[in-house]
């Protein structure tokens, strides 16, 4: 699993263009051919409501669905590692990717899914890298902060599931018309009564991770290629040297 390590945390991979990206790209590739298999949460009729708890490194008794954040503390084994241990059920990677690089990567580790921030991109990079997950099976997660976001999201055929974030954590969208027929995540301590009233299949996030104020004002001032290269240089130090 070296190998894994050292090319899935290249710190200089988010810097490569043109034939060093491709080969960069061909490599994770690799990796993803011994992959565990994407898991999936079991069909249900729709409306219903499942619970998902952040992994913690312990078995989650009664939670339907594991999710985790990865960010400085990437770990090209984190994924396999958890999925040994809970053979059942999937686990959802949390914190946002922002190139085709890292959703590739995100599969070769093991996760079942992937998170894009809306407000980071226009219509036709979500549109990309949702198509990019999809092609190996990841279903994508779009996290929605706004009204503005929620309206982009909507518009990404076959855009998978919306996370409500922010002013959007409202129990009143769960009957709205134009969210027909979709999955949410939805943040939230008290636990969630289903109602047929609903429209919409529900997770409910147990667990609440805001930012906090320092991290929310960097973001807004941080470029997605600055956030990449962030995940990358605070993780590990090995370098690709066969490059």
Not at 189 to 204: D, G, H, K, M, N
Request: hydrophobic residues 35%; glycine residues 6%; negative net charge.
């Amino acid at each position: 699993m070296s190998g894994f390590l050292d090319h899935l945390f290249d710190p200089s991979s988010s810097g490569k263009k043109g034939r060093e990206r491709i080969r960069y790209r061909e490599k994770v590739r690799a990796h993803i051919q011994d992959a565990p298999a994407v898991r999936r949460l079991t069909p249900q009729p729709l409306p219903n409501l499942t619970y998902a708890r952040l992994a913690s490194g312990n078995i989650l008794p009664n939670i339907d669905l594991v999710m985790e954040q990865i960010g400085e503390a990437a770990s090209a084994t984190r994924f396999r590692d958890w999925k040994q241990d809970d053979r059942i059920r999937p686990i959802w990677r949390l914190d946002p990717v922002v190139s085709e690089e890292q959703v590739l990567e995100t599969r070769a580790m093991g996760a079942d899914a992937y998170t894009l921030e809306v407000r980071k991109h226009d219509q036709a990079s979500l549109q990309f890298l949702v198509e990019v997950g999809r092609d190996y099976g990841l279903p994508t997660i779009l996290s929605c902060r706004s009204p503005e976001d929620l309206a982009l999201g909507l518009l990404v055929q076959d855009g998978g599931i919306l996370w409500l974030r922010g002013e959007l954590q409202n129990e009143g969208l769960f009957d709205l018309e134009t969210l027909r027929g979709r999955t949410l995540i939805y943040e939230g301590a008290e636990e969630l009564q289903l109602s047929p009233t609903w429209v919409c299949s529900v997770i409910q996030l147990l667990d609440s991770i805001p930012l906090p104020p320092e991290e929310v004002a960097d973001e807004e001032t941080r470029s997605p290629v600055q956030a990449q290269r962030s995940i990358f240089d605070e993780s590990t130090s090995h370098s690709d040297e066969e490059d």
